[in-house]
């Protein structure tokens, strides 16, 4: 029966301090820029309201925009699937932000 209260009773205050842990860890102002991307291509077209850019994938044009979020800088909009064909469209002439850690993650 000791057994069983003490067995519990470190059940409890494992479960306390995880949250606590949890609590003191996240704070919503100050969360990273997710950084890995899955290695897959899916071409995306999209707009910051100054100029067009070519995407990898989606994963890429989220980190993108997280760089851009922190030095206040237009973030891009998703246009369409697929590479900017529209010879109008004036292309961002540099990428927009430095590019993200190289992508190591396997497809699913």
């Not at 996240?26 to 897959?40: K, T």
């Amino acid at each position: 029966m000791k057994l069983l209260a003490f067995l519990l009773f470190s059940l409890y205050i494992f479960y306390v301090k995880s949250e606590e842990c949890l609590k003191d860890k996240y704070v919503p102002d100050s969360h990273p820029c997710l950084r890995i991307c899955f290695n897959r291509t899916d071409t995306i077209c999209a707009n910051n309201g100054k100029c067009y850019f070519n995407f990898k994938n989606g994963c890429t044009m989220n980190n993108r925009n997280c760089y851009s979020i922190a030095r206040k800088w237009p973030v891009f909009k998703f246009i369409s699937k697929g590479p900017c064909v529209n010879p109008t469209l004036r292309r961002c002439l540099n990428s927009p932000a430095p590019a993200p850690a190289p992508e190591t993650a396997p497809a699913p």
